[in-house]
């Protein structure tokens, strides 16, 4: 997911290679005429494809859950994609899950297709803890690694009221890319992502026989980055439109996120509420209402105050002593910070009287520090590293005895190699994904945007969605982007009330688009 920021992923799972036998014996004839590097390419990319522990063919088994209210019966399909060039040479498969309600018009049923982030993240974090037929509990406050794996009937599944397509990007889950380095390269880029995606989504729709159904998008942390670059290459290339996306966590812009070392006062605004958000998360509920006065005060004061710059030393004494009041911090650490605040610092700082760490994944979840007494502590985080576990075995459960999926080899939950060797395009601080957004929202007058955050998430704070949401023009006469805040942090729908509203939330846009839909079929 899980971490669509700069800084390193906390969980790192490496990617573990296996050279072929005949791979290795190729390279110890060593002094052969060797063909074209063109042609070593394609050959190289024919044998990853033959060598490589094949994955297993689609698996499709019938489910029947009782749900409060209803019972639900579906169909699930686990199982792969293989993507290939123009010349029929295997590129990458892509792994798979849908769950298809049963007796449902195709023509009108909606199907979602749902990614995650990292880049390197598979997409079990929104399958298993959010929105598939099956959850796995975790308490929002404590989550221990130790944790029971066990899933059970998800009272807030969005199949209640669309078909669901999880997608494990090459890198993640069992996906992987079978062609070679070249090939790799591109999958493990911006665009090369997106398109193989938009392949992914166009040939799912034509194997299935759902091109006429309506379609959605959700996506988390990176994966809500994807939405609008994925939804606008859609309607340009491929011939589909997305009638909503939901992005639940998603950063916007990574260059005016991330420019907090470079004194951008920007990236300070953006993550003072959500350190409001921390400190009233400790005493009772949190609501934008609570926050009015932080977020009036980041977009106001504080800003033009960290414009003033250091040198003003009346604007660092008063932001100082205001961001102490509003984070709960220690007035004596925000003075020697003036004002500045970053992520680590908080993560350590903000229950120091403790000796706790926070996540910065969620400020209200903490641990014992294990370095109480250093000037510096090396610490995993509290959420993110903690659920890596239990959501690994259950992923990998679910797969194997409940849809009878029994594939080889590892299975990669957040995989730090394909975090590690992305490429960014013109450098890792410039992509943004706005104008996409724009664009999309300008060409499909119907399709709507629900973006929906944690108010205690420091990753991806909600403020900084808000800001850059505010610079949307209108583009049309009805509002069709809307922002949600929920209790919780990145991940806030493992809380159950969270989970609630957020499905309330998401079947509401869901109905909105739809009814825009019919009024197109009257037209």
């Known amino acids: ?19 072929p036998l005949g791979a290795g014996a190729q390279e110890q004839a060593g002094n052969r005429e060797q063909p074209p590097q063109g042609q070593q390419e394609a050959r190289r990319s024919r044998a990853e494809a033959r060598d490589a522990q094949a994955l297993p063919p689609e698996s499709v088994t019938r489910h029947s859950l009782q749900l409060p209210g209803r019972t639900l019966s579906f169909t699930a399909t686990a199982g792969h994609l293989a993507l290939t060039d123009q010349q029929g040479t295997p590129q990458a498969e892509i792994g798979f899950v849908a769950y298809t309600l049963d007796d449902a018009d195709p023509a009108t049923r909606p199907v979602t297709f749902a990614v995650n982030g990292g880049p390197g993240a598979s997409s079990a974090y929104l399958h298993l803890l959010a929105v598939g037929p099956w959850l796995l509990q975790l308490d929002g406050s404590t989550i221990s690694p130790s944790a029971p794996p066990a899933l059970v009937p998800n009272a807030e599944t969005w199949l209640d009221f669309t ?24 999958f493990y880029s911006v665009g090369g992502d997106i398109d193989g995606l938009a392949a992914f989504v166009m040939r799912w729709l034509k194997e299935k026989n759902r091109l006429t159904s309506p379609k959605f998008f959700v996506g988390e942390s990176y994966g809500g980055f994807r939405g609008p670059l994925l939804a606008q290459k859609l309607q340009s290339d491929q011939g589909v439109g997305f009638s909503g996306l939901v992005l639940v966590s998603p950063v916007f812009d990574f260059d005016w996120l991330e420019q907090g070392t470079a004194g951008a006062p920007w990236t300070n605004a953006a993550l003072l509420p959500s350190l409001a958000a921390a400190r009233l998360s400790r005493t009772g509920p949190v609501s934008r209402d609570a926050l009015r006065e932080a977020e009036a005060y980041a977009s106001g004061e504080y800003l033009v105050d960290l414009m003033r710059g250091l040198q003003d030393k009346q604007a660092v004494d008063r932001i100082s002593r205001r961001v102490a009041d509003l984070s709960g911090l220690d007035p004596e650490l925000t003075r020697r910070l003036a004002g500045r605040i970053d992520m680590r610092t908080v993560q350590r700082e903000l229950r120091r009287g403790s000796s706790e760490i926070v996540s910065a994944y969620d400020t209200s979840v903490a641990i014992a520090d294990p370095n109480p007494t250093s000037q510096s502590s090396r610490f995993e985080d509290p959420v993110l590293d903690a ?41 890792r601080n410039g992509p943004e994904n706005l104008d996409e957004l724009r664009q999309a929202l300008s060409l499909d007058g119907r399709m709507r945007v629900l973006v929906t955050h944690g108010f205690t998430d420091l990753v991806t704070p909600y ?35 969270s989970r609630q509203a957020f499905k309330a939330d998401v079947q509401r846009l869901f109905e909105e688009a739809l009814q825009a839909r019919a009024a197109d079929n009257k037209d």
């Open 387 to 427: 659920m890596t576990a239990p959501l690994s075995s259950a992923i990998i459960h679910h797969l194997t005895h409940t849809l009878n999926y029994k594939a080889e080899g590892r299975y990669n939950l957040l995989n730090g190699s394909v975090n590690g060797a992305w490429r960014w395009g013109g450098g």
């Open 463 to 497: 403020y900084a969605s808000q800001l850059l949401l505010n610079q949307l023009p209108e583009l049309g006469p009805q509002k069709r982007v809307a922002l949600s805040v929920y209790e919780g942090g990145h991940m806030f729908y493992s809380r159950q009330a």
């Open 1 to 19: 997911m899980k971490r669509a920021m700069r800084l390193p992923l906390y969980a790192v799972l490496a990617l573990s290679l296996a050279m």
């Open 163 to 186: 078909d669901l397509v999880f997608i494990d990007p090459p890198g993640t889950g069992y996906s992987r890319v079978v062609g070679g380095d070249q090939v790799r390269e591109r």
